[in-house]
């Protein structure tokens, strides 16, 4: 059976918790805290220069090519990483452990949806598509929607009338569709268009960043569908989302434990990439990402490296030190 | 085991070791080269490396010399005649060399020229940018005692259009036409066709001939009487030019400084990006290094302080970079808003900090080497938060704690806030707009920064969609005509701030059109003194050229006409190859 | 057996011609920057540019938009963007028409740059992209297989100690180096006069069929080693958490108890039931390389397909994207079709269920 538990050593979990903990308070305070720079301002008489602890002003981690202070863009980085790259990190793996799970479990086959259900959903999609008829349309597939649901348990032909939604079919087209454009060329050409604000930026990122936990979490819960104590529940008589949620998709999202953090590295190097690129986001938002992108311009500045990469080690190592706490507590 | 990871580390450092000292036969030259040519088709010219290609194939009527800096006769025997008919129309009489002649032996006459230009503007053919950019030479007349002679007629009478009219390849006629079915055509007749309107069969044959020898990439099918043919071609990978080993031009005694085709083999090499090209060229993999960043520049010159290997230039160009104001936009309708805000940009730091001190400043559109036209009694621009101030009072902006405000007649009152536009790849425009935030962050003024992809950037420049826009110009060294830039009648095609009044209108048509250099003159000190007063741009600094080589290339011309550099006149230093063959 | 195979293949290709058609579509339907990119901009004060008027100028525009086809409806339906609920057949006069024919008779389309048929270029671009994402695909698997052994047969504490320990530390720091910082420092390493200077610092200008293959090797070896640093923390860590978790197992203990060492149970037991969750990812090798491809060609200066595509995609020659598109959906398609097919050979009970 199961090992006896064994207590995780303390000096590294608490070392990590404290760690991600000094970034979230960074992040959040950065605007208070007393840094001897503005963020974005730069200092056109000091550009790429090294760490000078002698002169005045003093640039404490140095500047970057663009003249502005180190040290406040990598405190403010803390703040886009609070906000924008760990959500997008966690919600990608959220989404895609529920998409990945879903299509695994039910397949093609599992999940029935009733008559009412079906008409609903092309009630939504004429009414998205403006095809002819448009809002009309839509009002009269939505009654009908509604009278077959009341009529569904009165009349048993109506009753019968269910049909599976092909979930994993669904799911390999999503996930194609995402896949097959590479990142970069689906990032250029989005870049082309209208700024992107937080929000919308987080969105994109979790739409771009969910098809790796998903497709993890599906070629385990293949697996795990399969395993006796699942077929246990299933012989206990627990409904089919109660099997799913509480006894098969937390062993199906075992691979996520490692994935969370390579996750948040790949949107960090996907950022940085871009500023290589050119693209991105105005200069006056700070990312570790495009700092490490400066890189290019200045090969030579190794504290844009220690500075930037350092950051982003310790939390990718904080949060690989968390997720193996979690998992095998 | 080990014996044969020792042994594959040898013979690694081995074939390394020869293959780093391993240098070109010094007939060769090596240039680097950031992007594919795409199209070596003379009717397309998408880009300038390919301009650079089509120079070392074809020969023009006129080249630039980069020697003297103005432009000389090449095909053709001498500059041409120039005569004025009546108000609108300009003659340019040409006579070609008795020399020229193609691979073939056959001369160059003046129905190739003819044929050339109707190739140019043949509709059908993928020539839209070259029809467009020709179409002011509305007829071409051949002298029918003499068939090296010939005039050409150019639509309106700006003084620029005598060597403008000169600078296409001339094509052979017999390539693609020997049949000589386009004689009967006349050229005005082909200029006014469109791509929708009905063509006989001697054009669509032409097309389609056109079509099935595709010069775009094999142009020896539509083969120039340049010095050089094209030997390979990878795409995005290099190109290799060889010297015909007869060619027209070696016969001419003395030999024009243009018709000069040195290097045995010049090689372009197609690298992405700057820090492999710099390590290549200190590896000597390549000879040649353009267009470096101030950056990439001052790193070669520290690595290299040791060896003196290589030999550094920089010289002003024609480049300027800009700021611009939307001046449709009511915040800044007005020029002392619009003064105000220039006076928060900093040249001087922003020329140090992103082209290390090299450029030159200039108080307007006028390169400062051209001391005849450039108004010294001007003030350049610098960096004044206290003026700015002054003057944005002065205009009628009220700091109130939410921000600066005017009251406007049967408005709502006015905020100033403003949307800075740049293009997303540049970094030093994104320095510039990080300068200026802050400077009027530190006034109070909300900035917000946009930067945007290049095609996107000029659409949302035609729309209106921006305050302030950054960019670099290109300028011309050869002529003095704004119209382009603010000219009522090319908004929004170009003239991107919108500005129009009519003195500046007046003034420009006038510039255009002046060939008296005295009138000229002051015509342009004026333009100048409104042009700073109006602000409608703001012209910060113009950029230098900067050019790496392999010590020992000699005769490069770097200079700060389009590439930078003059290839073909290329020779390497005897002590040098001496030195390398070592 | 068959039967499902061939669906599989037969979902794939449909999948990648709807991803390509979809991409069709949003690229001419969106605000199209051909004409200005081919056209260059005309508000400097050239030479060149002086000439043009404006009357000028919009006929060429006009001109180049009848010549690229952008005149044509671009679907079969379109919406009129007037009444909205009102949609217009156009038949066959259609740009997808056109495009949708070629692609049947196997033409990829011209590129709006040079008016070349794109499969040739596209051909050649992967003469220098197979060899690169190759031979990184081949050395990252067994790579992360040696590696993934080696994490896992430490003593079993729940954190790698010595050496172990910073081996993992090692790849977690490659993890967050991006792939063009690896690159430039491979290059500063080794084709640096200041350092080693060994080997070549791009693609030396010479027919790949041309140079010997000892030349051809050295320029290979900085590209591949890049592409390898890049990705082989991507697949080592997973797997050394899975065998991690293998070796808990009580099978594990069994074979233990048996007397079977770590190092066979690791290799003959744990390793296969490890692998096979991560057989998906491991398929996704090849086309996660071709994306991440496009840094390492632009910095050691390979014409290669991911250069190909994301130069195309700035250019806003579109005929070049869709291709590249058609292309990298077909492999990636394929490789996760292959994934499924081999997962469900390897695990008798995932081919019982389906």
Not at chain 1, 257 to 262: D, G, I, R
Not at chain 1, 310 to 329: C, E, I, N, Y
Not at chain 2, 338 to 346: E, K
Not at chain 3, 234 to 250: I, S
Request: include cysteine; glycine fraction near 6%.
């Amino acid at each position: 059976m199961s090992k006896p538990r064994r207590v995780p050593s303390s000096g590294l979990t608490i070392l990590a918790i404290s760690w991600l903990l000094i970034i979230a308070v960074i992040g959040l305070l950065a605007p208070w805290l007393p840094l001897p720079f503005a963020p974005g301002v730069p200092d056109l008489l000091h550009v790429a220069e090294p760490p000078n602890w002698q002169a005045v002003p003093r640039h404490w981690l140095g500047t970057d090519p663009m003249g502005r202070d180190v040290l406040t863009e990598v405190v403010y980085s803390a703040q886009q990483v609070v906000i924008l790259s760990l959500p997008a990190a966690l919600l990608s793996a959220l989404v895609g452990a529920l998409a990945g799970g879903s299509a695994g479990f039910w397949g093609n086959r599992g999940w029935r949806l009733p008559l009412g259900a079906w008409l609903l959903g092309l009630a939504l999609l004429w009414w998205l598509a403006a095809l002819p008829g448009g809002t009309r349309m839509a009002g009269l597939l939505c009654a009908m929607a509604l009278l077959a649901w009341w009529a569904a348990p009165r009349w048993p032909w109506v009753g019968r009338a269910n049909w599976p939604l092909p979930l994993d079919s669904l799911f390999q087209a999503a996930l194609t569709l995402l896949g097959a454009v590479p990142r970069l060329v689906l990032i250029i050409t989005l870049a082309a268009g209208p700024p992107l604000s937080t929000a919308q930026l987080l969105l994109l990122l979790v739409a771009v960043a969910w098809p790796e936990p998903a497709r993890q979490v599906r070629a385990h819960m293949l697996q795990v569908r399969e395993l006796p104590f699942v077929e246990a529940a299933w012989a206990a008589g627990l409904p089919a989302s109660r099997v799913w949620l509480r006894h098969a998709l937390p062993h199906a999202c075992r691979p996520l434990q490692t994935l969370v953090p390579l996750n948040l590295a790949g949107l960090i190097g996907l950022e940085s990439t871009l500023a290589f690129l050119g693209v991105g986001r105005p200069p006056d938002v700070s990312s570790w990402g495009r700092l490490l992108g400066m890189l290019h311009q200045e090969p030579g500045a190794w504290w844009l490296l220690a500075s930037a990469g350092s950051g982003l080690l310790l939390t990718l190592l904080a949060l690989q030190r968390l997720a193996r706490v979690a998992t095998t507590a | 085991m080990k014996l044969f990871w020792v042994s594959l580390l040898l013979a690694i450092s081995s074939s390394a070791c020869s293959l780093s000292t391993k240098q070109q036969q010094h007939t060769g030259i090596r240039i680097r080269w950031v992007r594919d040519p795409e199209n070596l088709s003379p009717l397309v010219q998408p880009n300038q490396n390919a301009l650079d290609a089509l120079s070392l194939l074809h020969c023009s009527l006129l080249q630039v010399n980069f020697l003297t800096g103005t432009y000389s006769p090449a095909l053709a025997d001498s500059l041409p005649t120039v005569h004025l008919v009546g108000d609108s129309l300009t003659e340019l009489r040409y006579e070609l060399r008795r020399a020229a002649a193609w691979d073939n032996g056959r001369p160059v006459l003046a129905s190739d020229v003819a044929f050339s230009l109707k190739l140019y503007q043949c509709p059908g053919l993928p020539n839209e940018k070259v029809r467009a950019q020709l179409s002011f030479i509305r007829d071409i007349r051949l002298d029918a005692t003499n068939p090296r002679r010939f005039t050409l007629v150019c639509q309106g009478q700006a003084p620029e259009y005598s060597y403008e009219a000169g600078d296409f390849p001339i094509l052979p006629e017999a390539a693609l036409d020997a049949a000589h079915t386009l004689r009967s055509c006349s050229l005005a007749k082909l200029a006014k066709l469109s791509v929708l309107s009905p063509r006989d069969s001697a054009l669509r044959m032409l097309v389609y001939r056109y079509q099935h020898a595709d010069p775009s990439h094999h142009p020896e099918r539509l083969p120039g009487c340049g010095a050089y043919r094209l030997e390979t071609w990878e795409i995005d990978h290099f190109l290799t030019f060889k010297r015909k080993p007869h060619w027209w031009a070696d016969t001419l005694r003395p030999t024009p400084f243009m018709l000069q085709a040195r290097p045995r083999k010049i090689q372009f090499l197609i690298i992405p990006d700057e820090v492999t090209a710099t390590l290549a060229l200190r590896r000597h993999e390549l000879d040649v290094l353009p267009q470096l960043s101030a950056r990439g520049f001052q790193r070669l010159q520290a690595d290299d302080a040791q060896r003196h290997e290589l030999a550094f230039y920089s010289t002003p160009s024609y480049e300027l970079v800009i700021a611009g104001f939307n001046t449709r936009q009511p915040i800044l309708r007005d020029s002392l808003t619009r003064q105000a805000l220039a006076r928060l940009f900093d040249p001087a730091q922003l020329q140090q900090a992103t082209q290390l001190g090299q450029g030159l400043r200039t108080v307007g559109l006028v390169h400062p080497r051209d001391r005849q036209y450039y108004n010294d009694s001007l003030q350049l621009l610098s960096y004044a938060p206290k003026q700015a101030l002054a003057l944005l009072q002065q205009a009628g902006w009220q700091q109130l704690p939410t921000g600066w405000v005017r009251a406007a007649a049967q408005r709502p009152a006015q905020q100033l806030k403003l949307m800075v536009r740049y293009r997303a790849d540049d970094a030093s425009f994104a320095t510039i707009a990080l300068q200026f935030k802050a400077a009027a962050g530190k006034l109070g003024i909300p900035v917000e920064l946009v930067p945007t992809e290049s095609s996107s950037l000029t659409n949302a420049l035609r729309e209106g969609n921006f305050d302030i826009y950054v960019r670099k110009l290109s300028g011309n060294p050869f002529a003095f005509n704004f119209t382009t830039l603010l000219h009522s009648r090319t908004i929004p095609e170009s003239n991107f701030p919108k500005f129009s009044t009519r003195t500046t209108d007046q003034l420009m048509d006038a510039i255009a059109a002046t060939g008296n250099t005295a009138h000229k003159r002051q015509l342009l000190r004026r333009f100048q003194l409104l042009i700073q007063q109006q602000a409608p741009l703001v012209p910060l600094f113009f950029l230098p050229y900067r050019l790496t080589t392999t010590q020992g290339i000699q005769h490069l011309y770097p200079s700060g006409f389009k590439p930078g550099y003059y290839p073909a006149a290329a020779t390497w230093a005897p002590t040098a190859s001496t030195k390398a063959a070592r | 057996m068959r039967r499902w195979l061939l669906l599989q293949i037969g979902r794939a290709g449909l999948a990648a011609w709807a991803i390509a058609s979809l991409v069709f579509i949003l690229s001419r339907v969106l605000a199209t920057g051909a004409e200005d990119v081919i056209l260059g901009e005309n508000s400097d004060l050239q030479a060149r540019t002086l000439t043009v008027s404006p009357a000028s100028q919009l006929l060429a525009r006009q001109a180049l938009r009848q010549r690229l086809g952008f005149t044509e409806p671009v679907f079969y339906v379109t919406r009129s963007s007037r009444d909205s609920a009102s949609w217009h057949w156009h038949g066959t006069h259609n740009q997808y028409h056109h495009w949708l024919a070629g692609l049947l008779h196997g033409q990829l389309g011209w590129s709006y740059r040079d008016g070349q048929p794109i499969g040739p270029r596209l051909r050649a671009a992967l003469g220098y992209t197979l060899p690169l994402t190759g031979l990184a695909a081949v050395i990252t698997a067994l790579g992360a297989v040696a590696l993934g052994l080696v994490l896992a047969s430490g003593p079993q504490a729940e954190t790698p100690t010595g050496w172990r320990a910073g081996l993992q530390l090692l790849l977690t720091t490659l993890q967050g180096i991006p792939v063009f910082a690896l690159a430039l420092g491979l290059l500063f390493i080794f084709a640096n006069p200041n350092a080693l200077n060994l080997l070549p610092a791009y693609a030396l200008g010479d027919n790949p069929a041309n140079l010997e293959p000892g030349a051809y090797a050295l320029q290979l070896i900085m590209p591949v080693l890049t592409l390898v640093l890049a990705i082989l923390p991507e697949f080592t860590l997973p797997l050394a958490t899975a065998l991690h978790h293998e070796l808990r197992t009580g099978y594990a203990t069994t074979a233990r108890a048996k007397g079977l060492s770590t190092s066979a149970l690791l290799s003959k037991h744990a390793l296969p039931n490890a692998l096979l969750p991560l057989l998906t990812s491991f398929a996704g090798l090849l086309p996660t390389l071709l994306a991440g491809a496009v840094l390492v060609e632009t910095v050691f200066a390979l014409p290669g397909v991911g250069r190909l595509l994301a130069e195309a995609a700035a250019a806003h020659d579109y005929p070049v994207v869709v291709a590249g598109v058609l292309f990298t959906a077909i492999v990636r398609l394929l490789c996760l079709a292959l994934a499924d097919i081999l997962y469900a050979l390897a695990d008798p009970r995932i081919r019982l269920a389906s």
